[in-house]
């Protein structure tokens, strides 16, 4: 043969062998996506696979998202069972080709996986394993033959997005600690040090038919047992059954993920087995392989945890599609924290295959009206409808980010009918100029967890219309620039006089003269000033507003999921970088700096998910492992190290550079891999002098605002291909207190 390619896609997932070896170490095959619209095949060049003589190819499969629990939505959204569609095309010399596809010649049967769910866990036999059940000698006779389909008829698609790999593998922190409660049972408790997402690697020895039961949590109780009761009704938990070979077995699950940073081994008392040591249980991470392109240090510790945790929040809940959590009956592409976090995935990792395929999930998930739903996927037992205000607007704002982070405009030409769509929907369903007129019973979330409200809600104290109808005015000015950027001058015009039309509603409803908003919470402040909603005449006042509300509250935020991203920029962009600062260092409760110092290791869902002082918080909803807060991340690389872009030459082809050192920070520095090259930023104080150095890759240019503190001799310095050092002296004091 000269060549062998293989074709291959499920209706649940698939792992897939040829003559005893995996064609691929890519997780969770085929992915997710609308599995009544769409599918992903994968194609593997199988060349080195195949032998002279006979050749067997197999595949096991798993329920996945297609029948698996979705959500808190039963088993079987998408159908009853999985499915698998392969095609083995092999080429010879003389230039014909063989070309075998499953048929109802293919036989199966059951073998060791007795369950395997996402939310759930696994269930592995090791005795019931087929010894060779895809290598040649493969006695097949009490196989049963398959059962064939009809085509669905759905859209078959190459992967768009990189696939779920494993990504690491670590050892726990310290020898997991035996906690035996009965002498029927004795169970270890191990500790990775970081919650992760991903699941474990088990090598122990016991007898046969001795089953190991694997739990997963991501904290522990104060007596040392795992705390699983915000997983709501995921159970997470794996089984294996020993074969009792003589040395030790070796079992990773593979069609099951769990968030968890410890993990509990249970044992029968009585079974023998060998010594439960750290080697006995590793963790491996997965995630999408969305290769990390970014850096943020400075010298506080505390923040580089800070980064930290945004960082691993990224990780997890970017598996496929991105996640509001990784751990409970969720797990869900929620629109809105995929929304609020995009700007700072970009500086972390490489999301744009990412978030390409996701943004065709969108226009899959699309309704016939335009709005875009709530979470997507969007399968039918949880289907939501309008997402409303910060969650739909995400087709409008993802694709948009990735534009200016990659500079690549086919998506926005891609889906710019999708868009559309979804703008007129906005358009028609407008009252009194307003999105979510009070009078009509529009879907919000309004400002998601936001401590403003009155305590009983969860969408926060700032009114839905003025949310609504700020969002629709930003959506507005990105699709001007959308429909400019395709060359589309009239649909320019009219989403401009869209635009204007909103914000005129906007100051008629909601701003008096003099700047104040009607709704007096921090986050009404942050949504007019940072989508540019005010008069420029009324902005210093309204933003004296916002930093008396700030100052009177402690120098701490009251924000949610839509006003906290807002927080940290719009001080800056006003010229409060120092107000920003004190936010960010604040370690009281509600801070980011706050749930570090309570030991966390990701994002919380809340600020207060867990408390030294009062323990955890409310089960029904606590996540620790949610990253829409982690949207300051986006403020560390732009202002504390001075990474920016500048939107009118995207993908870093010119770069802004504004670093604003204050906070008493002495260093801070980021890096970035743009599709330049590596563009970096870095400062360091000494004595009163401002030490810059920043780096732009080739064919980049850049331009160096030094900080308002610094005395330099222009305002800033263009900057071309190379390494720049400037040394200014600078007043790098605090002024917060005004
Ligand atoms: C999710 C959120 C999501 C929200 C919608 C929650 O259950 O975990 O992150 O955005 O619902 O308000």
Same mark, same amino acid.
């Given at each position: 043969?000269?060549?062998?390619?293989?074709?291959?896609?499920?209706?649940?997932?698939?792992?897939?062998?040829?003559?005893?070896?995996?064609?691929?170490?890519?997780?969770?095959?085929?992915?997710?996506?609308?599995?009544?619209?769409?599918?992903?095949?994968?194609?593997?060049?199988?060349?080195?696979?195949?032998?002279?003589?006979?050749?067997?190819?197999?595949?096991?499969?798993?329920?996945?998202?297609?029948?698996?629990?979705?959500?808190?939505?039963?088993?079987?959204?998408?159908?009853?069972?999985?499915?698998?569609?392969?095609?083995?095309?092999?080429?010879?010399?003389?230039?014909?080709?063989?070309?075998?596809?499953?048929?109802?010649?293919?036989?199966?049967?059951?073998?060791?996986?007795? @369950?395997?769910?996402?939310?759930?866990?696994?269930?592995?036999?090791?005795?019931?394993?087929?010894?060779?059940?895809?290598?040649?000698?493969?006695?097949?006779?009490?196989?049963?033959?398959?059962?064939?389909?009809?085509?669905?008829?759905?859209?078959?698609?190459?992967?768009?997005?990189?696939?779920?790999?494993?990504?690491?593998?670590?050892?726990?922190?310290? @020898?997991?600690?035996?906690?035996?409660?009965?002498?029927?049972?004795?169970?270890?408790?191990?500790?990775?040090?970081?919650?992760?997402?991903?699941?474990?690697?088990?090598?122990?020895?016991?007898?046969?038919?001795?089953?190991?039961?694997?739990?997963?949590?991501?904290?522990?109780?104060?007596?040392?047992?795992?705390?699983?009761?915000?997983?709501?009704?995921?159970?997470?938990?794996?089984?294996?059954?020993?074969?009792?070979?003589?040395?030790?077995?070796?079992?990773?699950?593979?069609?099951?993920?769990?968030?968890?940073?410890?993990? @509990?081994?249970?044992?029968?008392?009585?079974?023998?087995? $060998?010594?439960?040591?750290?080697?006995?249980?590793?963790?491996?991470?997965?995630?999408?392989?969305?290769?990390?392109?970014?850096?943020?240090?400075?010298? =506080?510790?505390?923040?580089?945890?800070?980064?930290?945790?945004?960082?691993?929040?990224?990780?997890?809940?970017?598996?496929?599609?991105?996640?509001?959590?990784?751990?409970? =009956?969720?797990?869900?592409?929620?629109?809105?924290?995929?929304?609020?976090?995009?700007?700072?995935?970009?500086?972390?990792?490489?999301?744009?295959?990412?978030?390409?395929?996701?943004?065709?999930?969108?226009?899959?998930?699309?309704?016939?009206?335009?709005?875009?739903?709530?979470?997507?996927?969007?399968?039918?037992?949880?289907?939501?409808?309008?997402?409303?205000?910060?969650?739909?607007?995400?087709?409008?704002?993802?694709?948009?980010?990735?534009?200016?982070?990659?500079?690549?405009?086919?998506?926005?030409?891609?889906?710019?009918?999708?868009?559309?769509?979804?703008?007129?929907?906005? =358009?028609?369903?407008?009252?009194?100029?307003?999105?979510?007129?009070?009078?009509?019973?529009?879907?919000?979330?309004?400002?998601?967890?936001?401590? =403003?409200?009155?305590?009983?809600?969860? $969408?926060?104290?700032?009114?839905?219309?003025?949310?609504?109808?700020?969002?629709?005015?930003?959506?507005?000015?990105?699709?001007?620039?959308?429909?400019?950027?395709?060359?589309?001058?009239?649909?320019?015009?009219?989403?401009?006089?869209?635009?204007?039309?909103?914000?005129? $509603?906007?100051?008629?409803?909601?701003?008096?003269?003099?700047?104040?908003?009607?709704?007096?919470?921090?986050?009404?402040?942050?949504?007019?000033?940072?989508?540019?909603?005010?008069?420029?005449?009324?902005?210093?006042?309204?933003?004296?507003?916002?930093?008396?509300?700030?100052?009177?509250?402690?120098?701490?935020?009251?924000?949610?999921?839509?006003?906290?991203?807002?927080?940290?920029?719009?001080?800056?962009?006003?010229?409060?970088?120092?107000?920003?600062?004190?936010?960010?260092?604040?370690?009281?409760?509600?801070?980011?700096?706050?749930?570090?110092?309570?030991?966390?290791?990701?994002?919380?869902?809340?600020?207060?998910?867990?408390?030294? @002082?009062?323990?955890?918080?409310?089960?029904?909803?606590?996540?620790?492992?949610?990253?829409?807060?982690?949207?300051?991340?986006?403020?560390?690389?732009?202002?504390?190290?001075?990474?920016?872009?500048?939107?009118?030459?995207?993908?870093?082809?010119?770069?802004?550079?504004?670093?604003?050192?204050?906070?008493?920070?002495?260093?801070?520095?980021?890096?970035?891999?743009?599709?330049?090259?590596?563009?970096?930023?870095?400062?360091?104080?000494?004595?009163?002098?401002?030490?810059?150095?920043?780096?732009?890759?080739?064919?980049?240019?850049?331009?160096?605002?030094?900080?308002?503190?610094?005395?330099?001799?222009?305002?800033?310095?263009?900057?071309?291909?190379?390494?720049?050092?400037?040394?200014?002296?600078?007043?790098?004091?605090?002024?917060?207190?005004?």
């Amino acid at each position: 043969i000269v060549r062998a390619r293989l074709y291959a896609t499920a209706l649940g997932l698939y792992k897939c062998q040829l003559n005893g070896r995996a064609v691929t170490d890519d997780i969770f095959r085929p992915g997710w996506t609308d599995y009544t619209k769409r599918v992903q095949y994968q194609a593997y060049d199988v060349t080195d696979l195949l032998r002279t003589g006979e050749n067997v190819i197999g595949a096991a499969l798993g329920d996945g998202w297609h029948c698996g629990f979705l959500g808190s939505a039963p088993r079987q959204q998408y159908g009853d069972r999985p499915r698998f569609l392969a095609t083995l095309v092999i080429e010879h010399p003389d230039g014909d080709e063989t070309t075998l596809v499953t048929d109802e010649r293919w036989r199966y049967r059951f073998g060791p996986v007795l @369950e395997a769910d996402l939310l759930m866990g696994e269930t592995y036999d090791a005795r019931r394993e087929i010894r060779g059940w895809s290598s040649p000698g493969l006695d097949e006779s009490d196989w049963v033959k398959v059962l064939t389909f009809e085509d669905p008829g759905i859209d078959r698609v190459s992967s768009a997005s990189p696939p779920v790999r494993r990504i690491e593998e670590r050892v726990a922190v310290a @020898e997991p600690i035996e906690r035996t409660g009965n002498k029927k049972q004795r169970h270890w408790i191990f500790d990775f040090g970081q919650n992760l997402v991903g699941r474990t690697r088990l090598r122990l020895k016991a007898s046969a038919g001795t089953t190991a039961r694997l739990r997963f949590a991501e904290m522990l109780q104060d007596n040392g047992t795992l705390y699983t009761a915000n997983l709501r009704s995921a159970r997470a938990t794996d089984f294996y059954t020993f074969r009792g070979d003589d040395q030790p077995e070796v079992w990773e699950p593979c069609f099951t993920f769990h968030g968890f940073r410890y993990a @509990e081994i249970l044992i029968e008392g009585s079974a023998e087995h $060998s010594a439960v040591t750290r080697e006995a249980l590793t963790a491996v991470v997965l995630h999408s392989d969305t290769p990390g392109i970014g850096t943020f240090e400075c010298s =506080d510790p505390l923040v580089n945890q800070l980064q930290s945790n945004i960082r691993w929040g990224q990780k997890g809940n970017f598996l496929e599609v991105p996640t509001d959590c990784p751990q409970r =009956d969720e797990r869900l592409g929620w629109t809105g924290d995929a929304q609020v976090f995009i700007r700072t995935a970009c500086f972390n990792a490489d999301v744009a295959g990412f978030f390409t395929k996701w943004q065709q999930d969108l226009a899959d998930a699309q309704g016939d009206a335009g709005w875009y739903p709530a979470i997507v996927p969007n399968p039918v037992g949880l289907a939501l409808g309008d997402g409303g205000p910060a969650w739909a607007d995400a087709g409008i704002i993802c694709p948009w980010t990735i534009y200016e982070c990659y500079g690549d405009s086919r998506l926005l030409e891609r889906h710019y009918d999708s868009m559309s769509r979804f703008m007129g929907y906005l =358009d028609r369903t407008r009252a009194e100029g307003l999105r979510c007129h009070p009078d009509k019973s529009y879907h919000s979330f309004g400002d998601w967890l936001s401590l =403003d409200g009155p305590g009983t809600t969860l $969408s926060g104290g700032t009114a839905r219309d003025l949310i609504g109808t700020g969002y629709l005015a930003r959506c507005a000015e990105i699709m001007t620039k959308v429909a400019k950027i395709l060359k589309r001058p009239e649909d320019a015009k009219r989403f401009a006089a869209l635009r204007n039309e909103v914000i005129e $509603s906007f100051n008629r409803e909601f701003v008096t003269p003099g700047g104040r908003i009607s709704e007096d919470t921090q986050t009404a402040y942050l949504v007019a000033l940072g989508f540019d909603l005010l008069p420029e005449a009324v902005r210093p006042a309204a933003f004296d507003r916002l930093i008396g509300k700030l100052r009177r509250n402690g120098w701490r935020l009251s924000t949610g999921f839509v006003g906290t991203p807002l927080l940290c920029p719009v001080l800056t962009r006003f010229g409060r970088t120092d107000v920003a600062y004190k936010l960010l260092l604040q370690q009281g409760y509600p801070s980011w700096l706050y749930t570090v110092l309570q030991g966390a290791t990701t994002m919380w869902e809340r600020w207060n998910s867990y408390t030294k @002082e009062h323990g955890f918080g409310d089960v029904g909803m606590n996540s620790f492992n949610h990253y829409a807060y982690g949207a300051v991340g986006q403020w560390l690389y732009a202002t504390v190290a001075g990474i920016n872009l500048d939107p009118e030459r995207p993908g870093y082809k010119h770069a802004i550079l504004r670093p604003e050192p204050g906070g008493g920070l002495t260093h801070a520095k980021a890096t970035l891999e743009t599709p330049y090259g590596v563009l970096s930023s870095a400062w360091q104080i000494e004595s009163n002098t401002m030490h810059y150095k920043a780096t732009l890759p080739p064919n980049a240019t850049g331009t160096f605002y030094p900080p308002p503190n610094a005395k330099a001799d222009r305002d800033h310095y263009e900057l071309n291909s190379g390494t720049h050092e400037f040394s200014l002296p600078i007043n790098a004091e605090q002024r917060v207190s005004q």
